[in-house]
């Protein structure tokens, strides 16, 4: 009886764990940039910290605000994040649509700081169909895998990254949700509903008075940034502290 009991608890985790979402391999980015001055600039760099404009404020990194973009549909100019897709097909799109001419598609090996924007500002993302996975602080040059020109919304062949570092990258993944670092509004509604309610001052004794209380975040947006930064990747703090 115990080993049948064993055998169903054991099924019943692998059928559980093909429901959990799936973390790509590689993710894409389209941008007029060819490869020797995406080089030149060790990667890809958040709007916010490019060095652009003059007297440039510290960078955003409300997932929200980058997610939400500017009117032009592009990313904000002080967004601490990088945009990318799970979809080559849609970077391709993309670049057709945004880039007449000659663009390309980087393909990316992701690290811990790309995180899945659909899963973590859920019912409130507002550009789903993006699919998007958005990097907290530069792309180094040394984690993309490779590219693909495109010329008049024709995809070339894919070309290897001499420079991609297979041994420091390779194994490597997305973060599938941070809600934590959702960035709303602080009167936004999705304070006061799971998963964002456990990061304010709210807790589950409050539901019954919930509407008459406004959920407020308990850490700062930079600050929940800084600390999740420190535990996958030090090197990216500077641009929440600067």
Same mark, same amino acid.
Request: charged share 20%; aromatic share 12%.
């Given at each position: ?53 003059? !007297? ?40 057709? !649509? ?5 663009? &390309? ?63 420091? &990258? ?57 600390? &999740?930064?420190?535990? &996958? ?10």
């Amino acid at each position: 009886m115990g080993r049948l009991a064993y055998s169903v608890a054991l099924l019943f985790l692998i059928r559980s764990s093909a429901c959990f979402a799936v973390l790509p391999l590689e993710v894409y980015r389209s941008v007029m940039e060819d490869p020797e001055l995406v080089k030149a600039d060790d990667g890809f760099l958040p709007k916010g910290m490019d060095g652009t404009r003059p !007297n440039q404020p510290i960078p955003s990194v409300s997932l929200y605000n980058h997610a939400m973009g500017s009117e032009t549909g592009l990313a904000r100019y002080d967004s601490g994040y990088v945009s990318t897709t799970s979809s080559l097909r849609l970077a391709h799109i993309w670049s057709n !649509n945004q880039f007449p001419g000659t663009s &390309y598609i980087y393909t990316i090996q992701p690290t811990p700081n790309f995180i899945d924007v659909n899963a973590s500002l859920g019912r409130y993302s507002p550009h789903p169909g993006e699919e998007e996975f958005a990097a907290l602080g530069p792309i180094r040059w040394a984690q993309i895998i490779g590219w693909r020109r495109v010329h008049f919304n024709v995809m070339g062949e894919f070309i290897r990254n001499r420079d991609f570092n297979r041994n420091l &990258y390779q194994g490597m993944h997305t973060t599938e949700s941070v809600p934590e670092l959702a960035g709303f509004p602080r009167s936004h509604p999705a304070w006061g509903q799971p998963p964002w309610r456990y990061y304010t001052n709210c807790d589950d004794s409050d539901l019954k008075k919930r509407a008459s209380i406004i959920c407020i975040p308990l850490k700062s947006n930079r600050l929940v940034a800084l600390q &999740y930064s420190l535990r &996958y990747d030090p090197t990216i703090v500077f641009i929440i502290t600067k």
